[in-house]
Each structure stands twice: as C-alpha cells, then as structure tokens.
C-alpha cells in the first residue's frame, strides 16, 4: 500500500496497543479509543468501488453507491476511490 499520513498515522496506533503498565479497565478504554481511532482512518484511505450488478458498491459496507458526485459513502462515511479498476 502506497504510504499517506493515514497509513503511517495507523501503524503508529496499533503499534500502540501495548500498554503493560497500566491497570485493566485504562487499558481497555486505551485500546476501545485506539481501535475508533484507527477506523477512522482507514475510511479517509481512498477505497476503490466494486461492481455489484448495475451499481458500483462501496466495498466497505456493502452499499449500493448512486451519487456519482460524491467523494465519501453516504452510508459509511468511506472515502472513495473513483479510479475504478477493470
Ligand atoms: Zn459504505
């Protein structure tokens, strides 16, 4: 995968989940907020579509993409990729 601020941002985050020092209930928000964290910013990675029938789908969540004038998911908030491969 090509490296962006998002890529190295999530390598940086799930290098983080350790956390040996700290008591159970802290480590487990830690790792709750890490783990938003780090979805989050997979969505803002361009996705490219899929061909699902007649409509392209978002290959995050499965739905159907019918505005061709967007750059996220409507349902999913996943950034896409309009480069769509053969
Ligand atoms: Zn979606």
Known sequence: MRETIESVAIK???ESFATPDIDYNVAE???DILQMAIEALEKQIPMK???GGEELTC???GKDVLNYYVNYCECC???L???VSE
């Open 29 to 31: 928000k830690h790792s």
């Open 77 to 79: 908030g996943q950034k």
């Open 59 to 61: 290959l995050n969540c």
């Open 49 to 51: 579509l899929g061909e």
């Open 12 to 14: 940086y985050l799930k």
């Open 81 to 83: 990729d309009w480069e």
